[in-house]
């Protein structure tokens, strides 16, 4: 790897539910477009582009991009499930770092359809057969309720945790998106109305679960010298980052390591090894929050707090402004919405605009460092650390 990697512009169209969006060419479209005037260039000055998407044809990527222009060049289309926006990210980021390019545009988008996510094909193995062999199936919620609400509840009876708690991590949501204009659902809502909506698996009621949601996210990553050439802003770096994929405690009979816990803790620690700074450094997170429970869950495996402790960090208001950390300022996947594709790029766009100092009424005061936690079942955990530097 040869040197810092900067993100030199980040962009996004606001989310929106399935039957009130636009088709995933325009969202993406917006997106680059954003991401290409915040950093000051052209398509033409891009050397490769990387594009995330779930549910799509083949080359979805290059008819999106092909809106805004057609360069000739190469185009690389990523699916890894709810990670794919920062799988997209990760490998623009290692073109930049080995010196491949110079410039790489990252970009993510998903035009979903209503209703909980379900198998596409129905005639080869599929990637969750290992999960169902774990938990079996059970025809009265869909598949990512399951597992998630499953691991809440052995989160709760492990520490003999109220699982009310994970009702105070929907209001946070709202309450956060409350001052993001790219949110889905900025309304407000109580613990009382979060734990009466619909039951829908385990200790998740509706309000506890992210949304289908359609939209598109894109960064920039640049190289030191192609930013000081082109006289590009120099202002957040990604200090370090890492995937990790399951390994065989995944799958060993505990609901919390089959949603990705073990995957993600992985990761942070790799990271927080390669940059030098610990989870104590951290003043703001965009952590994968599809269900509260995973939102809990993430507290402990990136280390924000210890294992066992985060029922008390949530109740004591730890996990918000005047808190340790402020998690998910922009409302995360429950309330911004989660378009499969688009949420890693997203995140990083929330991110780089905290260290930037352009967030707006969600801005956390003294970020200096700013961790990303993105995590695909089946599996793929993206983990980020981007870092405030001068201009």
């Known amino acids: 790897m040869t040197g810092r990697v900067l993100v030199a512009g980040v962009g996004m169209v606001p989310f929106a539910t399935p039957s009130r969006s636009a088709t995933y060419d325009v969202?993406?479209?917006?997106?680059?477009?954003?991401?290409?005037?915040?950093?000051?260039?052209?398509?033409?000055?891009?050397?490769?582009?990387?594009?995330?998407?779930?549910?799509?044809?083949?080359?979805?990527?290059?008819?999106?991009?092909?809106?805004?222009?057609?360069?000739?060049?190469?185009?690389?289309?990523?699916?890894?499930?709810?990670?794919?926006?920062?799988?997209?990210?990760?490998?623009?980021?290692?073109?930049?770092?080995?010196?491949?390019?110079?410039?790489?545009?990252?970009?993510?988008?998903?035009?979903?359809?209503?209703?909980?996510?379900k198998a596409q094909w129905e005639d080869r193995p599929s990637a969750f057969d290992r999960f169902d062999e774990v938990l079996p199936k059970d025809d009265t919620a869909p598949m990512a309720p399951r597992y998630f609400g499953a691991a809440g509840a052995a989160w709760c009876e492990r520490h003999d945790a109220d699982p009310a708690v994970f009702a105070h991590i929907a209001v946070k949501a709202r309450r956060h998106a409350a001052h993001n204009p790219h949110a889905v659902f900025t309304d407000q809502v109580t613990v009382e109305e979060v734990l009466a909506s619909p039951r829908i698996h385990g200790p998740l009621t509706r309000l506890q679960c992210c949304p289908p949601t359609c939209g598109a996210a894109a960064a920039v990553v640049v190289g030191e010298e192609f930013a000081r050439r082109h006289g590009l802003r120099t202002d957040v770096a990604v200090a370090a980052q890492a995937m990790t994929t399951d390994t065989a405690s995944s799958f060993a009979g505990d609901p919390i390591r089959l949603v990705g816990y073990d995957m993600a803790r992985a990761a942070a620690r790799q990271v927080y090894e390669a940059s030098g700074v610990g989870p104590e450094d951290v003043r703001v997170v965009e952590l994968h929050?599809?269900?509260?429970?995973?939102?809990?869950?993430?507290?402990?495996?990136?280390?924000?707090?210890?294992?066992?402790?985060?029922?008390?960090?949530?109740?004591?208001?730890?996990?918000?402004?005047?808190?340790?950390?402020?998690?998910?300022?922009?409302?995360?996947?429950?309330?911004?919405?989660?378009?499969?594709?688009?949420?890693?790029?997203?995140?990083?766009?929330?991110?780089?605009?905290?260290?930037?100092g352009e967030a707006g009424p969600r801005q956390v005061d003294g970020a200096t460092v700013a961790l990303q936690h993105n995590i695909g079942l089946g599996g793929a955990a993206v983990v980020t650390l981007y870092e405030k530097l001068g201009r």
């Not at 000051?40 to 044809?57: F, R």
């Not at 995973?294 to 985060?310: D, K, R």
Request: hydrophobic share 40%; net charge negative; with cysteine.
């Open 289 to 356: 929050d599809c269900f509260t429970t995973n939102e809990l869950l993430s507290y402990e495996a990136l280390g924000l707090t210890p294992e066992g402790t985060a029922e008390k960090f949530v109740l004591e208001g730890d996990n918000t402004y005047g808190g340790r950390v402020v998690t998910n300022p922009s409302g995360g996947l429950l309330s911004k919405g989660h378009p499969l594709g688009a949420t890693g790029l997203a995140q990083c766009a929330e991110l780089t605009w905290q260290l930037r």
């Open 27 to 117: 969202l993406a479209e917006g997106a680059v477009r954003a991401a290409l005037d915040d950093a000051g260039i052209e398509l033409a000055q891009v050397q490769q582009a990387y594009a995330g998407y779930v549910y799509g044809d083949s080359t979805s990527g290059q008819n999106a991009l092909y809106r805004v222009g057609m360069t000739g060049i190469p185009v690389v289309n990523v699916n890894n499930n709810c990670s794919t926006g920062s799988s997209a990210l990760f490998l623009a980021r290692q073109a930049v770092a080995s010196g491949a390019a110079d410039c790489v545009l990252a970009f993510g988008f998903e035009q979903m359809q209503r209703g909980a996510l």
